[in-house]
């Protein structure tokens, strides 16, 4: 196992470390304060209590696979393995079970095969847009079986399967998932966050995310062409001919400025990014990587 795919085991096997006096097979974990936003922490992260500069409270949770037993300190119980359908229960992603079980998903699996789900949590479900979640409910052996696919992938993928820049194709439409793996341990797909890895399944794993993923179509320019509030990026972005790239095929992360972003320049600088299309271009290129970077 090379290092560039073994971060999440690293930061998991740290934080074991880290909750070992509470018992076997506890992990400590960081929670944001005043969200539910949980980490496998960083050693710097720990030390200085924070994540991402903000404060963090300690939590203690039994790590992944592992169960706690009445009576008993810890975490000593192995989870039992099951099947993908019935893993989603084991995990606590019920609402991905209960749509399973509407959307008829469930047979297929409950039975033979090798499958990668990432599940959204029920918290990913409540966050998701009423619309679109109404949408899915009105048609689940197709819209709502459809969406679920897009979370699957027709063989196992543990994490440390789970390279930083890997596509792997779901088995919706052959959807692209795009995989980033951070070197604190955050392991992302199509910018959804694994928030618990490498649940083994007989039939497979599940990884629980953070988000419900949904098919992108747009490209950048498209979303810079349709929000209001950038229409002074989607300026400047035409200026300098940039506009164009931003619609092609390719991997690409914009750091987008907004309209009041643009008023805090000086009038001088902002007529010149306006005017001059190596100014401009040159500044859009310090807020473009080539490459996808999710924020998590």
Known sequence: MSNSVAHYDKILSHSRIRGRNQGPNVCALQQVMGT?????????????????????????????????????????????????YGTLGIVGATSTQQYSDMSKLREEIEGPGSYTFFAPSNEAWDLLDREIHSGLIENVNIELYNALHNHMVNKRLLTKDLRNGLTVVSMYNDQNLHINHYPNGVVTVNCARIIHGNQIATNGVVHVIDRVLTPVGNTIQDVIEAEDDLSS?????????????????????????????????PRGVLERIMSDK???????????LDAVVSAY
């Open 233 to 265: 990026l989607r300026a400047a972005a035409i200026a300098s001919g940039v506009m164009d790239t931003l619609g092609q095929p390719g991997h690409y992360t914009l750091f987008a400025p907004t309209n009041e972003a643009f008023a805090k320049l």
């Open 36 to 84: 539910s936003k949980k980490y496998f922490s960083t050693c710097r992260n720990w030390y200085q209590g924070t994540i991402c500069g903000k404060k963090a409270t300690v939590l203690y949770e039994c790590c992944p696979g592992y169960m706690k037993m009445e009576g008993e300190r810890g975490c000593p119980a192995v989870a039992p393995i099951d099947h993908v």
């Open 278 to 288: 190596v100014a401009s271009e040159g500044n859009l290129e310090r807020f473009t």
